[in-house]
């Protein structure tokens, strides 16, 4: 490296450090108190300026020093000086904070991360250690107080008492650490933990079981086995294991020879590289076939012994890797970091935290998708500076076979080289310049090259063949003839491994009177070889030549190695033959030594031979071209797809069968299949344009196999555990995908699904949903976020789609196959908006926690925290070249930051109150700011029964030069949202709470037109990239595309359950996403579609659903404040009860049927005729809502409980209030007669349940127990029991006349309804029945829920307890009601098109209706 070059890289590290310990000091300032923090946290504080002052001191020394060894020596010092400042500075980030956990907590966790060393006094020790002994050895980098200064640190650090007990980093996560006694059996006696069979700690970790004294010595007991979640995350990484790639690389290259590799280990470059710290790297390079692999093998096996590969008790762990171009698992970067990894992992287990990181954040599969990548390499360089690592080796094979990001692969080798010394690596590939170059070699990493080594290789050559000629069968005794075949392979080899073992390998099976004719015949070098082996081929007998190019056509064009039963399925070899694994291996066999076989896989012998194949011989094995092959190829993966496919293949009978409980029959209909479910798509897509066989059109046959078997593909692929590539090639094939029975039942009612495969359709359903006649615009619905969502946005290349939250996290997703790549955590409240920066690197989010928050949009990590707010910031934008970012906030404040360093450039003022929304003009000349002051979406996203918007103060839109702030135009407006500039910056639009999109003129400030159609806020507006058209989301739980130009409406996007609160367009216009109150982001195809019909039903959320009862008829209410009647059995509505004031939220029906009775939020009761709808009476008395009405047991009297904290009973018949219960403590949620008439009880918001004597009008006793409001209490029949439902999630049974507590039946979700069957033997809910009778100490079981049900999460419709029908989200309830075998669903859809009995406007009642209305029984 140039002189230059050593003294930038020094500074560089330098100043780096010097920025971490600067943001450290900075973290330990920031903190508001000390409290619960460690002492050794504040004494290491107090060391850090020091630090900065000799780092300072370092630099100056760097910058005037001209001895450019000098510079060179300080670097592997100050690279681990760098190590220990990060991890010191990850502490403090872990640590300072004053929420979650205590202090202590928190360190004692974030140090078993670091592992051995990671105590707060030990970094700081590590540092100072480092700076003491540049100080040492170069006298003049610091002056002699600052080593006065160093010394009586580091002693004073030295002193320090340790702030973690010994052998921490192996305590489980529950050891007691802080202020406080943990006493454990402190007395004398036994103490027995565990001592009945089980396990304890199982997991992963170190478990102390106490300090036995004996003699002095201190006896410890660990158990350091992963737990089942750690496990899982391994099986997630793991898609080979490296050392099963390397036996049978060995195997197929015919066993590893010792004496053919020894020589390397005697090399001086290896040696060097092995025993010099300075030298990190190893390059072995090589023309193909020179033995670079088996050389590796070599080198592994003899470095393991030393190493935890083979020694428990070692320190030094290896790893590596074998490339394989030919295999699509092995020859991709990411896959070489996951097999490095999983090897360290599986040597040291504590390094699988690291791993789990990932998996915390609620990414389930992280490794995966476009992002893969960046998410391994970030566990890869963690897991590299983990400090209990020592010496580590990393190697891997075959660099010019990584054919995916071989690039960012070399990048990570070269950085990791730098910066962790106690890494080596060793890498092998061909003589390529773009690998040479991206190495970045110098004279610290070598290069062996094995043409310069040609003595060493030939000698090793020369071994191999006389060990090989030795074993040829038909010459062993022959000793002469051995020894003139010898020479001859020795000349004819020309130091190539693979040229000699190809040779020998056609040996094998040649008589010995024909071995030197043969050996004359072949040409020496590789090709000329392949050509004759070719030849050989082309001579065979009658159709073997055919054969035989079938099966190599066919495994050059695959996409991995191929199974024999795969080989014979899609080559097109007659039926005779494919179907028989014998004749398939003679067929290979036949293929000269192109392919082996192993363990019934077939593979290239070498990547040379696939490269010969596909170059010099493409004509002889493609006369046709590769398009014929790759039809034929596509062509057998539909025959033999469509033979075997069907449904439930694998007879699991339970559509909803965990699939990672799934295990293959012993027969597997699928095996010969695997290949072709997963690659028949990509070979159809190889197939070049205009091939005139390829079939797509109308009644083709893709249209064919679509047509009768889509279904069926698709729970293949679920079975193969590979749906993200059947959504790929669904994108590929412009397709459309939704989810077996599901997929039948919930299809629209002319799609060609649902025709298709009406046959499918499950008979266990009797009355299906009413549902729109085609296909919704929504491509995927993405869940995920435990709140709303708040703010959306895609990259600039439309790749990944960004959604902020007010759960307080960010989340991206693949905008392709919708898969979750990464959780960005570190607001502590609410996010308000996002955005991408136009580069697509970073990503802005900004919060009501005060800050702006800028991410590495690939990496997921967080580069800047921007602060001075001082308020909640409610607005972000990047300005269009990237370099800045505008963010605005409630007080008033708008400032721009520079995106690179994260200062802030301006701070703007020029409002009176809150700043809503800000945007760039896109040639940045102008900023653009609106005003409003308001709650957005403040309860009724979550469906609460108010919106409440505040006053307006200063409600402007203002246009602000960029540069001098200086402000160019202001606009008076009314109720503004929201604004943004069209991409030509001609148009600014802006949206209103009002529910209209007003159009600028951005020069002249006019307003062009107003678009009306929205009926709520405005929320978001985004223009198309091409100005032409622009989309709105709002309150009104919609999104609208509208032509610019003219304002007309295009296209109405409808299925959000709550307010839409943000829209993005991709740039090519051709996704928009959504984001909503319902916790859901929406992906939508933008084609615009004619506007639904809008059918009758419900205009609001429904509130409550009952049955008549005799179950002929349904009763629904909803927040419209009307009631409907409908036929249970058809759907058809019968009656609109009209007449309350506000919503209806509670609705029963007489026990005669005659009456219903309605409750509402207007304070009163009415009873209506449920024949005519007729209004009877309006009960009228309470002072609030009404939460709930019961009738008595007789009909005579009917119950109300209020908000009013009081409960009313009325002559059912007259309406004549008969008395009052007074003296709740709390809103009254749920009233019940008993079977007698004599008691009710009442639920309150308190957590508490009321038994009153009703003859007596006095409170009998209160219940106690719940932690949360009871919603429901009810009643048995005899009247021993009562049973209430809570919040708190679990339902209890109180013996009713006692009041003692006889059962608490933990539910896991919240159930609003429940009542006894007539037997006393069910207790009915809104989600289906629970057996009663079981232990009280036993939680509840899935077969506790007999017949059909829901589950907890309402995505289910369950057959004892087995999941039998998805329901997509927008047919999830908000209430239902289950009657035997009829389960009616009522939501809040605030769209026509998901109608089942009645399809409304904003709301729907669906009802999905099981084996009771037919005479015999069935189940699914």
Same mark, same amino acid.
């Given at each position: 490296?140039?002189?230059?070059?050593?003294?930038?890289?020094?500074?560089?590290?330098?100043?780096?450090?010097?920025?971490?310990?600067?943001?450290?000091?900075?973290?330990?300032?920031?903190?508001?108190?000390?409290?619960?923090?460690?002492?050794?946290?504040?004494?290491?504080?107090?060391?850090?300026?020091?630090?900065?002052?000799?780092?300072?001191?370092?630099?100056?020394?760097?910058?005037?020093?001209?001895?450019?060894?000098?510079?060179?020596?300080?670097?592997?010092?100050?690279?681990?000086?760098?190590?220990?400042?990060?991890?010191?500075?990850?502490?403090?980030?872990?640590?300072?904070?004053?929420?979650?956990?205590?202090?202590?907590?928190?360190?004692?966790?974030?140090?078993?991360?670091?592992?051995?060393?990671?105590?707060?006094?030990?970094?700081?020790?590590?540092?100072?250690?480092?700076?003491?002994?540049?100080?040492?050895?170069?006298?003049?980098?610091?002056?002699?107080?600052?080593?006065?200064?160093?010394?009586?640190?580091?002693?004073?650090?030295?002193?320090?008492?340790?702030?973690?007990?010994?052998?921490?980093?192996?305590?489980?996560?529950?050891?007691?650490?802080?202020?406080?006694?943990?006493?454990?059996?402190?007395?004398?006696?036994?103490?027995?933990?565990?001592?009945?069979?089980?396990?304890?700690?199982?997991?992963?970790?170190?478990?102390?079981?106490?300090?036995?004294?004996?003699?002095?010595?201190?006896?410890?007991?660990?158990?350091?086995?992963?737990?089942?979640?750690?496990?899982?995350?391994?099986?997630?990484?793991?898609?080979?294991?490296?050392?099963?790639?390397?036996?049978?690389?060995?195997?197929?290259?015919?066993?590893?020879?010792?004496?053919?590799?020894?020589?390397?280990?005697?090399?001086?470059?290896?040696?060097?590289?092995?025993?010099?710290?300075?030298?990190?790297?190893?390059?072995?390079?090589?023309?193909?076939?020179?033995?670079?692999?088996?050389?590796?093998?070599?080198?592994?096996?003899?470095?393991?012994?030393?190493?935890?590969?083979?020694?428990?008790?070692?320190?030094?762990?290896?790893?590596?890797?074998?490339?394989?171009?030919?295999?699509?698992?092995?020859?991709?970067?990411?896959?070489?970091?996951?097999?490095?990894?999983?090897?360290?992992?599986?040597?040291?287990?504590?390094?699988?935290?690291?791993?789990?990181?990932?998996?915390?954040?609620?990414?389930?599969?992280?490794?995966?998708?476009?992002?893969?990548?960046?998410?391994?390499?970030?566990?890869?360089?963690?897991?590299?500076?983990?400090?209990?690592?020592?010496?580590?080796?990393?190697?891997?094979?075959?660099?010019?076979?990584?054919?995916?990001?071989?690039?960012?692969?070399?990048?990570?080798?070269?950085?990791?080289?730098?910066?962790?010394?106690?890494?080596?690596?060793?890498?092998?590939?061909?003589?390529?310049?773009?690998?040479?170059?991206?190495?970045?070699?110098?004279?610290?990493?070598?290069?062996?090259?094995?043409?310069?080594?040609?003595?060493?290789?030939?000698?090793?050559?020369?071994?191999?063949?006389?060990?090989?000629?030795?074993?040829?069968?038909?010459?062993?005794?022959?000793?002469?003839?051995?020894?003139?075949?010898?020479?001859?392979?020795?000349?004819?080899?020309?130091?190539?491994?693979?040229?000699?073992?190809?040779?020998?390998?056609?040996?094998?099976?040649?008589?010995?009177?024909?071995?030197?004719?043969?050996?004359?015949?072949?040409?020496?070098?590789?090709?000329?070889?392949?050509?004759?082996?070719?030849?050989?081929?082309?001579?065979?007998?009658?159709?073997?030549?055919?054969?035989?190019?079938?099966?190599?056509?066919?495994?050059?064009?695959?996409?991995?190695?191929?199974?024999?039963?795969?080989?014979?399925?899609?080559?097109?070899?007659?039926?005779?033959?494919?179907?028989?694994?014998?004749?398939?291996?003679?067929?290979?066999?036949?293929?000269?030594?192109?392919?082996?076989?192993?363990?019934?896989?077939?593979?290239?012998?070498?990547?040379?031979?696939?490269?010969?194949?596909?170059?010099?011989?493409?004509?002889?094995?493609?006369?046709?071209?590769?398009?014929?092959?790759?039809?034929?190829?596509?062509?057998?993966?539909?025959?033999?797809?469509?033979?075997?496919?069907?449904?439930?293949?694998?007879?699991?009978?339970?559509?909803?069968?965990?699939?990672?409980?799934?295990?293959?029959?012993?027969?597997?209909?699928?095996?010969?299949?695997?290949?072709?479910?997963?690659?028949?798509?990509?070979?159809?897509?190889?197939?070049?344009?205009?091939?005139?066989?390829?079939?797509?059109?109308?009644?083709?046959?893709?249209?064919?196999?679509?047509?009768?078997?889509?279904?069926?593909?698709?729970?293949?692929?679920?079975?193969?555990?590979?749906?993200?590539?059947?959504?790929?090639?669904?994108?590929?094939?412009?397709?459309?995908?939704?989810?077996?029975?599901?997929?039948?039942?919930?299809?629209?009612?002319?799609?060609?699904?649902?025709?298709?495969?009406?046959?499918?359709?499950?008979?266990?359903?009797?009355?299906?949903?009413?549902?729109?006649?085609?296909?919704?615009?929504?491509?995927?619905?993405?869940?995920?976020?435990?709140?709303?969502?708040?703010?959306?946005?895609?990259?600039?290349?439309?790749?990944?789609?960004?959604?902020?939250?007010?759960?307080?996290?960010?989340?991206?997703?693949?905008?392709?196959?919708?898969?979750?790549?990464?959780?960005?955590?570190?607001?502590?409240?609410?996010?308000?908006?996002?955005?991408?920066?136009?580069?697509?690197?970073?990503?802005?989010?900004?919060?009501?926690?005060?800050?702006?928050?800028?991410?590495?949009?690939?990496?997921?990590?967080?580069?800047?925290?921007?602060?001075?707010?001082?308020?909640?910031?409610?607005?972000?934008? *990047? %300005?269009? $070249?990237?370099? #800045? @970012? +505008? /963010?605005?906030?409630?007080?008033?404040?708008?400032?721009?930051? !520079?995106? &690179? =360093?994260?200062?802030?450039?301006?701070?703007?003022?020029?409002?009176?109150?809150?700043?809503?929304?800000?945007?760039?003009?896109?040639?940045?000349?102008?900023?653009?700011?609106?005003?409003?002051?308001?709650?957005?979406?403040?309860?009724?996203?979550?469906?609460?029964?108010?919106?409440?918007?505040?006053?307006?103060?200063?409600?402007?839109?203002?246009?602000?030069?960029?540069?001098?702030?200086?402000?160019?135009?202001?606009?008076?407006?009314?109720?503004?949202?929201?604004?943004? *500039? %069209?991409? $030509?910056?001609? #148009? @600014? +639009? /802006?949206?209103?709470?009002?529910?209209?999109?007003?159009?600028? !003129?951005? &020069? =002249?400030?006019?307003?062009?037109?107003?678009?009306?159609?929205?009926?709520?806020?405005?929320?978001?507006?985004?223009?198309?990239?091409?100005?032409?058209?622009?989309?709105?989301?709002?309150?009104?739980?919609?999104?609208?595309?509208?032509?610019?130009?003219?304002?007309?409406?295009?296209?109405?996007?409808?299925?959000?359950?709550?307010?839409?609160?943000?829209?993005?367009?991709?740039?090519?216009?051709?996704?928009?996403?959504?984001?909503?109150?319902?916790?859901?982001?929406?992906?939508?195809?933008?084609?615009?579609?004619? @506007?639904?019909?809008?059918?009758?039903?419900?205009?609001?959320?429904?509130?409550?659903?009952?049955?008549?009862?005799?179950?002929?008829?349904?009763?629904?209410?909803?927040?419209?404040?009307?009631?409907?009647?409908?036929?249970?059995?058809?759907?058809?509505?019968?009656?609109?009860?009209?007449?309350?004031?506000?919503?209806?939220?509670?609705?029963?029906?007489?026990?005669?049927?005659?009456?219903?009775?309605?409750?509402?939020?207007?304070?009163?009761?009415?009873?209506?005729?449920?024949?005519?709808?007729?209004?009877?009476?309006?009960?009228?008395?309470?002072?609030?809502?009404?939460?709930?009405?019961?009738?008595?047991?007789?009909?005579?009297?009917?119950?109300?409980?209020?908000?009013?904290?009081?409960?009313?009973?009325?002559?059912?018949?007259?309406?004549?209030?008969?008395?009052?219960?007074?003296?709740?403590?709390?809103?009254?949620?749920?009233?019940?007669?008993?079977?007698?008439?004599?008691?009710?009880?009442?639920?309150?918001?308190?957590?508490?349940?009321?038994?009153?004597?009703?003859?007596?009008?006095?409170?009998?006793?209160?219940?106690?127990?719940?932690?949360?409001?009871?919603?429901?209490?009810?009643?048995?029949?005899?009247?021993?029991?009562?049973?209430?439902?809570?919040?708190?999630?679990?339902?209890?049974?109180?013996?009713?006349?006692?009041?003692?507590?006889?059962?608490?039946?933990?539910?896991?979700?919240?159930?609003?309804?429940?009542?006894?069957?007539?037997d006393d033997l069910y207790l009915i809910t809104e989600l289906g029945s629970i057996a009663l009778g079981q232990s009280s100490s036993l939680p509840l079981l899935a077969h506790n829920w007999p017949g059909y049900c829901l589950s907890g999460n309402r995505s289910w419709i369950t057959w004892n307890g087995n999941k039998v029908l998805w329901l997509p989200i927008e047919y999830r309830p908000r209430c239902s009601i289950v009657k035997e075998h009829t389960i009616a669903i009522g939501s809040c859809v605030e769209t026509a098109k998901f109608g089942a009995i009645v399809v409304a406007e904003s709301s729907t009642i669906r009802l999905v209706t099981g084996c009771a209305l037919v005479d015999v029984p069935r189940t699914p």
């Open positions: 490296m140039s002189g230059v070059g050593e003294a930038g890289l020094v500074l560089g590290i330098i100043s780096s450090i010097i920025s971490i310990i600067d943001a450290t000091k900075q973290l330990y300032e920031a903190a508001k108190d000390e409290a619960g923090l460690p002492t050794n946290f504040k004494k290491s504080a107090t060391k850090l300026p020091l630090i900065a002052k000799l780092l300072e001191d370092t630099e100056r020394y760097i910058n005037n020093s001209a001895d450019e060894s000098i510079k060179a020596a300080f670097i592997p010092t100050l690279e681990d000086c760098k190590v220990q400042a990060t991890l010191l500075e990850e502490l403090f980030e872990k640590v300072m904070p004053e929420e979650g956990d205590s202090r202590w907590d928190r360190y004692a966790k974030a140090a078993r991360t670091i592992g051995k060393g990671g105590r707060v006094e030990s970094l700081m020790k590590g540092i100072l250690d480092n700076l003491q002994l540049l100080a040492t050895r170069f006298p003049e980098v610091t002056t002699q107080r600052g080593k006065d200064q160093l010394a009586i640190a580091v002693e004073e650090v030295t002193k320090m008492e340790p702030s973690l007990p010994d052998s921490f980093e192996q305590m489980p996560t529950y050891t007691h650490y802080g202020s406080g006694d943990q006493n454990v059996n402190t007395g004398s006696g036994i103490q027995h933990i565990n001592p009945g069979t089980g396990h304890q700690n199982s997991g992963s970790g170190t478990m102390v079981i106490g300090n036995n004294y004996n003699d002095n010595k201190i006896v410890m007991v660990y158990n350091n086995a992963i737990d089942s979640s750690d496990q899982k995350c391994l099986q997630d990484l793991r898609t080979t294991d490296p050392r099963d790639d390397k036996k049978r690389i060995e195997e197929t290259k015919g066993g590893l020879l010792a004496d053919s590799y020894r020589w390397i280990l005697e090399h001086s470059d290896f040696q060097q590289w092995r025993d010099d710290k300075q030298s990190p790297l190893l390059w072995i390079k090589g023309d193909p076939g020179k033995g670079k692999t088996m050389l590796l093998c070599g080198i592994v096996n003899e470095m393991s012994p030393l190493t935890k590969l083979r020694d428990k008790e070692a320190t030094t762990l290896l790893s590596y890797f074998f490339c394989q171009a030919t295999d699509k698992r092995i020859n991709n970067a990411t896959a070489v970091l996951r097999g490095l990894i999983y090897l360290l992992i599986d040597q040291r287990p504590s390094l699988v935290s690291h791993l789990r990181k990932k998996y915390d954040h609620g990414v389930e599969r992280p490794f995966e998708g476009v992002n893969g990548w960046v998410a391994l390499s970030s566990v890869f360089e963690n897991i590299l500076q983990d400090l209990s690592l020592k010496s580590t080796y990393l190697i891997i094979d075959a660099l010019d076979e990584c054919e995916i990001d071989l690039p960012q692969l070399l990048k990570l080798v070269t950085k990791s080289t730098s910066i962790f010394p106690r890494v080596k690596w060793i890498v092998s590939s061909r003589n390529k310049p773009d690998i040479e170059a991206r190495l970045r070699l110098n004279d610290a990493k070598m290069i062996l090259s094995l043409e310069l080594n040609s003595e060493h290789v030939s000698c090793a050559i020369e071994l191999f063949i006389d060990h090989k000629v030795s074993k040829l069968p038909l010459i062993m005794d022959d000793s002469a003839l051995q020894e003139i075949v010898r020479h001859q392979i020795y000349a004819k080899a020309s130091g190539t491994f693979l040229w000699a073992a190809l040779a020998l390998k056609e040996l094998e099976i040649v008589d010995s009177w024909d071995v030197l004719d043969v050996l004359q015949e072949m040409p020496p070098e590789l090709e000329p070889l392949y050509d004759r082996m070719l030849r050989q081929v082309q001579q065979l007998q009658r159709k073997d030549p055919e054969f035989c190019r079938l099966v190599l056509s066919t495994m050059t064009l695959a996409y991995r190695p191929l199974h024999l039963l795969e080989i014979g399925a899609l080559s097109g070899l007659p039926r005779q033959i494919s179907t028989n694994l014998d004749n398939v291996i003679i067929v290979i066999n036949k293929c000269g030594s192109f392919l082996t076989i192993r363990e019934n896989r077939t593979y290239f012998i070498h990547q040379s031979a696939k490269d010969f194949l596909l170059g010099k011989a493409f004509h002889k094995v493609f006369p046709s071209g590769k398009a014929e092959v790759n039809y034929t190829m596509f062509s057998r993966s539909r025959e033999i797809m469509s033979r075997t496919l069907r449904r439930d293949i694998y007879g699991l009978h339970a559509p909803g069968f965990p699939i990672h409980s799934v295990k293959p029959p012993d027969q597997d209909p699928l095996s010969a299949l695997r290949y072709s479910c997963v690659y028949w798509v990509d070979h159809l897509c190889d197939v070049e344009t205009g091939y005139d066989k390829i079939g797509l059109g109308d009644n083709g046959v893709v249209h064919g196999f679509l047509t009768e078997h889509f279904l069926h593909w698709m729970e293949a692929l679920s079975l193969l555990k590979s749906i993200s590539n059947g959504i790929l090639a669904i994108n590929k094939l412009k397709g459309f995908l939704k989810t077996y029975i599901s997929a039948l039942v919930f299809a629209p009612t002319y799609s060609v699904i649902r025709e298709l495969y009406k046959n499918d359709e499950p008979d266990w359903i009797i009355t299906k949903p009413i549902i729109e006649s085609n296909w919704s615009a929504c491509l995927q619905t993405l869940e995920g976020h435990t709140d709303l969502v708040s703010s959306v946005a895609f990259s600039h290349d439309g790749r990944r789609l960004a959604s902020g939250s007010r759960d307080h996290t960010v989340r991206i997703w693949d905008a392709e196959t919708g898969a979750l790549q990464l959780v960005l955590e570190g607001h502590s409240q609410i996010i308000n908006v996002i955005a991408f920066s136009p580069n697509g690197r970073w990503l802005a989010s900004v919060s009501d926690d005060g800050t702006v928050r800028l991410w590495s949009a690939e990496e997921g990590t967080l580069r800047h925290v921007l602060e001075g707010h001082f308020s909640k910031v409610n607005a972000v934008a *990047f %300005s269009p $070249d990237g370099k #800045q @970012l +505008a /963010s605005a906030s409630a007080n008033g404040m708008v400032k721009l930051w !520079d995106v &690179e =360093t994260g200062s802030l450039e301006q701070s703007r003022e020029g409002y009176n109150d809150e700043i809503c929304a800000i945007a760039f003009s896109p040639d940045i000349l102008r900023l653009a700011s609106a005003s409003t002051n308001y709650s957005a979406y403040a309860d009724d996203s979550d469906n609460s029964d108010d919106s409440d918007y505040s006053g307006i103060w200063d409600s402007t839109i203002k246009l602000w030069d960029a540069k001098t702030g200086i402000i160019q135009q202001m606009h008076e407006v009314s109720w503004v949202s929201t604004l943004v *500039f %069209s991409l $030509d910056g001609r #148009q @600014l +639009a /802006s949206g209103t709470q009002y529910g209209d999109i007003d159009l600028w !003129d951005a &020069e =002249t400030g006019d307003l062009q037109q107003t678009l009306e159609g929205h009926t709520d806020q405005v929320h978001s507006i985004t223009f198309y990239s091409d100005g032409r058209q622009l989309a709105s989301s709002s309150h009104d739980s919609t999104v609208r595309i509208w032509v610019a130009e003219t304002g007309m409406l295009q296209q109405i996007l409808e299925g959000h359950t709550a307010p839409v609160l943000s829209v993005t367009i991709s740039f090519d216009g051709l996704r928009l996403a959504s984001g909503s109150g319902d916790r859901t982001v929406r992906i939508w195809d933008t084609e615009v579609r004619p @506007l639904q019909q809008k059918l009758e039903g419900h205009t609001d959320c429904v509130n409550s659903i009952t049955f008549s009862p005799n179950g002929g008829r349904l009763a629904s209410c909803s927040r419209e404040a009307n009631a409907r009647i409908w036929d249970a059995e058809t759907g058809v509505p019968q009656q609109v009860l009209k007449g309350h004031t506000e919503f209806v939220s509670s609705i029963k029906f007489s026990p005669h049927g005659r009456m219903l009775a309605s409750g509402s939020y207007d304070s009163t009761v009415r009873i209506w005729d449920s024949e005519t709808g007729a209004l009877q009476r309006t009960l009228k008395g309470h002072t609030s809502h009404v939460n709930s009405i019961k009738y008595s047991f007789d009909g005579r009297r009917l119950a109300s409980g209020s908000a009013d904290k009081t409960v009313r009973i009325w002559d059912a018949d007259t309406g004549v209030l008969q008395q009052t219960l007074k003296g709740h403590t709390s809103p009254v949620f749920s009233v019940s007669f008993s079977s007698d008439g004599r008691q009710l009880a009442s639920a309150l918001w308190d957590s508490t349940v009321w038994i009153w004597d009703i003859e007596m009008s006095i409170l009998q006793r209160t219940l106690k127990g719940h932690t949360a409001v009871v919603k429901s209490v009810t009643f048995s029949f005899d009247g021993r029991w009562l049973a209430s439902s809570s919040g708190d999630q679990t339902v209890r049974i109180w013996d009713a006349k006692t009041g003692v507590l006889q059962q608490t039946l933990e539910i896991d979700f919240f159930l609003t309804e429940i009542s006894f069957s007539s």
